[in-house]
């Protein structure tokens, strides 16, 4: 109940989506997420061609993916005659398909696709012709919602998005990976992976914070469009994090490279327990609330429960301007040198400083 959230028309169990990838590149994969409690499915990126992909094609740490995968590596006869007809038959969600990239692969591929697709969504990852163009053939031969994916490396995003919803597009999915970036392995002195040039591209936590900045933006500039998010979804919070910034729905990829397919459904299970925490009633709940600026009035000079304290000092170490000083045992904040910048208090092992980022 408390979970259920709406995209467009379609009603949807929850707000959490497997992300465009590796866990949606078969119809085995992909009907995983038909089995949870997972919102809507999508499709890994069909193309015109199947992709070439040079091998190792992931790496996965702590906080970050990096990956040089292309689009599906399946042709498009592949998915029309076998995955998509087995999906559409046991499926009890949505479906968005994944489709890329230019004219000529969506005057092929748009018309193929189409009675199987709920809605689409459109990698522009590789688009090289003009995007209106782009859109506008898209619309010529689907009457579905078209959702355009931006890739962080668009600037003008804003430019973007005026581009096409004039063309006739929907919504949007922000974002794609960021990149390109380089991986390397020092031991052997070589790039650990990566396409021709070799290059990957980035994805999972650490672009969180990039994610949510698009996502917000896009909402304050345009209140009616529906967007999903993609980018760094690690936990429940997060999804919060991104319906609050102005998402109407969440995808997810890389934490469940990261720490396995079975995070989807501890998010689904911690969501109650997260809205709840956070004093929702409600996926909707949190969708209508409104974010608010930070007031720097709020902002006061950070002060220590001593009762909480282990003298660790960690605030006398990370202090950029030397602020913490420790002397005969004592702890004391120098009030003329601290700039309350807040470091101390997000660092702190305990939770003894307050003050600066959150009220005392
Ligand atoms: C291994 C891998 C393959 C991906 N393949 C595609 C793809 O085929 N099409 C696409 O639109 N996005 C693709 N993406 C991007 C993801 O769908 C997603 O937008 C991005 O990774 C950010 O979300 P995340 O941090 O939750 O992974 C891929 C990402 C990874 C890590």
Redesign the pocket.
Known sequence: MKLETKLLNFKLKSPLMA????LTSTSENILFFNEINAGALVT??ISSVGADVKKP??YAEKDM?Y?S????EDPPEKWINEFLPEIVKKKDKPLIV?V?YNIDDFNNLIPKLDKFADMF?I?T?YIKSDLGEVVKTIRKNTDKPIFM?LSPHIQDYIGFTKTILDAGATGV?A???VGPGIKIDLMNRRLQLGNEDGQV?V???A??PY?LQRVRDLRNNFKDIPIIS????NNATDVLEFLLAGADSV???????INGKSLYKKILGDLPLVLEKYNFNSIEEVKNAKLLERNEEDNDYPTIDFDKCKMCLRCVDVCPVFAWEYNDGQLKLNNEKCIKCGTCESRCPVFAISGVLYEI
Not at 19 to 22: L, R
Not at 251 to 257: G, N, V
């Open positions: 992300a465009s990838g590796p890994k990126t094609c992931i993916v990956n995968e292309l689009w599906s994944s890329g969504e990698s990852h994916k999915v974002i794609n990976s591209w994805s999972g936590p672009i969180k994610a993609a980018g760094g979804v995808q997810m990829l890389s934490s469940a490279l």
